[in-house]
């Protein structure tokens, strides 16, 4: 591998030994598996005590964060009431709770959080330019109050269930008032969030399903194919825990955790069983997307429908254009085992899938086995695990009807991960911003190369997006056609970089 091919990096030397162990009760339990959540509550803080916070931390909240272990076990009962054909379910509340780079300077104390990610260290602030989040003219971000000016320590994450009346829980909002309560004046708050599952459930805001293909993890994520070690559900690799959470190499199974300078590869022995969390409050302007889904697809002469699944990947369904070409197949979203199970290779020339489309540029799969050594393996370097949340109300029919938002919603994007810039920043940047990835592609019968374009859905570029959008004539072939995008459908207005530690570190802060 060459680390001059665009959209690559040389998988870089101090990313951590990735077959860690996995200890599931001191992993806080959205990163790997996700708090099961109706809605969560984004409480973004500012610490005002930090002695009397560590106190709280120390004494009171390391004790209610929700562990990988206790989601664990949840989804099992869950899984177990449903086989017994009974669907009550108790509800659940979780808690989980990170900080920015600032905020564990609060904690640790000087010198104390060095060595950390490079991104990270330096805030989603200021790494928005390189990731050409937009600014106002005069270069300023205008982003929610605390984010673009250093203001924000940390943040509590509060996730529960709605109640028969489709409200917020009323355990879930006793849970809020006593981390509150507990953190006192030692905090003060900055900024709130709520998301919220969608009445159509389990679909992010512009009608597409969300949260199907997340990464398997090993020693978590039952295997399903006992032919393949490698795969959980069809379509699903199975990674190293290391990709996303700090340890100890499996090697060394008993190595007490307090054994200074350990594990080996690490700034800090504290972030072990820790992950980086990337906050992103993406506005989703939807009835400008489909009104741009309308127009456009009428003077292609292509099903609006077919337009969106081309810049996403997938159907409204979850159904994927590599396995559903031309017209949606709901039966294949809705399956778990089926609307995965795909590869990109064997569509060369974009017939099925668009190069740029949304899933094609985050995840490419397979596509990059045949350009560089060990293509398949260097892009599982560059996975995130999602576990956002839209955020907003619905579309009102003025809205539709106008074609223009007048209420903000859209997705309170969370991903983890252990390197923020060889994950969420190199999928954003090196990807999905970046016009000439995938790279190598020539037009069927011709030497003439094809410049994919930006990622339609949240490709962010300093001046005009564009799409190669060979309209499909499957399977006879395809008519060239450039997608213009002219106004982004998502726009960032927030973002911070937290790091959500060990229930170990938490009570030993
Ligand atoms: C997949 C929508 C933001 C990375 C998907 C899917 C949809 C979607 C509908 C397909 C369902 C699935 O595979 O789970 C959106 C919308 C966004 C957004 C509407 C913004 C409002 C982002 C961002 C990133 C990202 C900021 C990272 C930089 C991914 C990845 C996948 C995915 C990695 C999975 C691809 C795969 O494994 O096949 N997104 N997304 N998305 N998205 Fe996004």
Same mark, same amino acid.
């Given at each position: ?5 665009p ?17 599931r ?22 610490? /005002?005590?930090? &002695? ?23 989804e099992?009962? #869950?899984? +177990? ?23 564990l ?31 106002? %003219?005069?270069g ?10 250093? *203001? ?7 996730? *529960?269930p ?11 909002? /006793? ?11 030692? #905090? ?34 039952? @295997? ?11 379509g ?20 007490? $955790?307090? /054994? ?13 069983? *820790? ?63 089926? @609307? ?30 045949r ?31 106008? *074609? ?22 190199? #999928? %954003? ?5 970046a016009?000439?990835?995938?790279? &190598? ?10 410049e994919?374009?930006?990622?339609p859905?949240?490709?962010? +570029?300093?001046? +005009?997006? /564009? ?5 499909? @004539? ?14 982004? $459908? ?5 973002? +911070? ?13």
């Open positions: 591998m060459s680390a001059s091919v959209g690559f990096s040389a998988v870089i030397a101090s990313k951590i030994d990735r077959s860690v162990q996995l200890r009760s001191e992993i806080q339990g959205d990163v790997l598996i996700g708090l099961q959540k109706d809605v969560e509550f984004f409480i973004f803080f500012r610490i /005002e005590d930090a &002695d009397a916070f560590k106190r709280v931390v120390r004494d009171h909240l390391a004790d209610l964060v929700t562990t990988t272990e206790a989601v664990r076990s949840r099992l009962q #869950i899984a +177990a009431a449903k086989e017994a054909g009974d669907l009550e379910r108790l509800p659940f509340v979780g808690f989980n709770l990170g900080f920015t780079h600032q905020g300077g609060a904690l640790v104390g000087e010198g104390g959080a060095d060595g950390m990610d490079p991104s990270f260290m330096a805030g989603a602030a200021a790494r928005a330019a390189d990731l050409n989040d937009p600014a106002g %003219q005069d300023t971000l205008a982003w929610k109050p605390g984010f673009a000016d250093g *203001g924000i320590d940390g943040v509590f994450l509060l996730t *529960g709605l109640d028969c009346k489709d409200a917020v829980h009323p355990l879930l909002v /006793e849970k809020r008032d006593d981390v509150l309560a507990l953190a006192g004046g030692s #905090i003060s708050i900055v900024h709130e969030e709520t998301g919220r599952v969608r009445p159509e459930r389990g679909h992010e805001h512009f009608g597409f399903r969300d949260g199907i293909s997340n990464p398997g993890v090993r020693g978590l994520t039952p @295997n399903q194919n006992p032919a393949d070690g490698d795969q959980g559900a069809p699903q690799d199975l990674l190293w825990p290391g990709e996303f959470v700090f340890g100890y190499p499996v090697q060394d199974p008993e190595k007490p $955790f307090t /054994e200074p300078g350990d594990p080996p590869g690490l700034p800090q022995a504290w972030m072990r069983d *820790g992950s980086y969390m990337v906050f992103r409050r993406l506005k989703q302007l939807v009835p400008e997307f489909d009104a741009f889904l309308d127009e456009r697809g009428e003077a292609l002469g292509l099903d609006p429908a077919l337009l969106g699944a081309r810049m996403v990947g997938r159907w409204k369904s979850g159904a994927p254009v590599m396995i559903a070409p031309l017209q949606d197949e709901p039966a294949i979203g809705g399956a778990p085992l089926l @609307n995965n199970d795909f590869e990109f290779g064997s569509d060369p020339h974009q017939r099925r899938c668009p190069y740029a489309a949304h899933i094609r540029k985050t995840y490419p799969r397979d596509d990059l086995a350009l560089i050594p060990n293509g398949e393996g260097v892009v599982q370097t560059h996975r995130i695990m999602r576990a956002g949340i839209p955020f907003g109300p619905e579309v009102t029919e003025a809205e539709a009807e106008s *074609g223009t938002s007048a209420a903000e919603r859209g997705l309170l994007f969370v991903c983890y991960q252990t390197s923020i810039v060889e994950q969420f920043e190199f #999928i %954003q940047k090196d990807w999905s911003n016009p000439g990835f995938l790279f &190598d592609q020539t037009r069927p019968g011709s030497d003439e190369a094809v994919p374009g930006h990622d859905i949240i490709g962010q +570029a300093s001046g +005009a997006r /564009e799409m190669d959008e060979p309209v499909p @004539n499957y399977p006879f072939g395809s008519r060239r056609s450039t997608l213009a995008m002219p106004n982004p $459908f998502v726009v960032p207005d927030a973002a +911070a970089y937290f790091f959500m530690p060990s229930i170990f570190a938490l009570r030993t802060a």
